[in-house]
């Protein structure tokens, strides 16, 4: 039997969106297959009432993490790039949300590992934390003021490179003081970052599928996996408590295995 995959299979999002991602981060699919999918309910995409807590945190920051980096992507090389790129900062906040969901994952897969196979297993995450490493300056200036930008005389927008961030901390260090050499053209600097965090996931999520040939023929991560009943859906639409956004209960349920329709990131939209 062919195993699911995204485009069938997975919900709105993802099939929009996996066409686009396919190629940056292929084994965001394999690990779904493994541990995300026979968590649904049977004939449904939904997951079970009373699912394993690990499973379901892991999924939850799985989908996080998936859809942030296509959002990511739509503002970075899809149909929104160019846009908004005088304000970078909240791009880079994107990209370090990606990247710290990753790690979550890891250390979520780690947890389960060593509860079904009581051994420890450290998966490699340093190009991740090199990448969050690598944007730490934009990611601190999310934090205080917007980062000063200039163009060129042909209107490109240009911003500090990565290294360079600390001799910028003020605007009038760029508009007096600025070096050529020491900036960088925003667009190209956000495709190489945004490419370097999708290698950076690729790598990592193919040795965490590697680790999990270790678990899917262990009983207790069977039974583990396995736990929770098949029940229907009741679809409610629920106010947030800040009002600030709307959370269907079907789409808090699917973000935990795939979400159909509606809002999914839990978050204040200017977070």
């Given at each position: 039997m062919a195993l699911p995959n995204l485009l069938e299979n997975g919900d709105g999002i993802e099939k929009t969106t996996w066409p686009l991602l396919r190629d940056f981060f292929p084994h965001y699919e394999t690990f779904w297959q493994i541990?995300?999918?026979?968590?649904?309910?049977?004939g449904s995409i939904h997951p079970r009432r009373g699912i394993d807590e690990d499973f379901?945190?892991?999924?939850?920051?799985?989908?996080?993490?998936?859809?942030?980096?296509?959002?990511?992507?739509?503002?970075?090389?899809?149909?929104?790039?160019?846009?908004?790129?005088?304000?970078?900062?909240?791009?880079?906040a994107q990209l370090q949300r990606v990247a710290e969901l990753a790690l979550k994952v890891v250390e979520r897969f780690e947890n389960i590992f060593h509860g079904c196979?009581?051994?420890?297993?450290?998966?490699?995450?340093?190009?991740?934390?090199?990448?969050?490493?690598?944007?730490?300056?934009?990611?601190?200036?999310?934090?205080t003021q917007f980062l000063a930008v200039h163009a060129d005389p042909s209107g490109r927008l240009l911003v500090p490179r990565p290294?360079?961030?600390?001799?910028?901390?003020?605007?009038?260090?760029?508009?007096?003081?600025?070096?050529?050499?020491?900036?960088?053209?925003?667009?190209?600097?956000?495709?190489?970052?945004f490419s370097a965090l999708c290698s950076a996931l690729e790598n990592t999520w193919?040795?965490?599928?590697?680790?999990?040939?270790?678990?899917?023929d262990n009983?207790?991560?069977?039974?583990?996996?396995?736990?929770?009943?098949s029940v229907q859906v009741v679809n409610l639409t629920v106010p947030s408590a800040s009002g600030t956004f709307i959370v269907?209960?079907?789409?808090?349920?699917?973000?935990?295995?795939?979400?159909?329709?509606?809002?999914?990131?839990?978050?204040?939209?200017?977070e």
């Open positions: 541990h995300i999918v026979p968590l649904r309910s049977t379901e945190f892991l999924a939850m920051q799985h989908y996080s993490l998936y859809v942030t980096l296509g959002k990511a992507y739509a503002r970075i090389l899809g149909k929104e790039a160019f846009f908004n790129l005088e304000f970078p900062d909240d791009l880079y196979l009581k051994k420890k297993v450290k998966v490699d995450t340093r190009s991740i934390t090199q990448l969050i490493d690598r944007v730490d300056g934009y990611r601190n200036l999310i934090h290294e360079k961030l600390d001799q910028y901390p003020k605007w009038t260090d760029v508009l007096y003081h600025a070096r050529a050499e020491d900036f960088v053209d925003v667009h190209k600097q956000l495709i190489s970052d193919k040795s965490l599928c590697e680790l999990s040939k270790q678990l899917v009983k207790v991560y069977r039974e583990k996996q396995a736990r929770g009943e269907r209960s079907s789409a808090v349920s699917n973000a935990v295995a795939s979400p159909v329709v509606g809002p999914i990131m839990i978050r204040k939209p200017e």
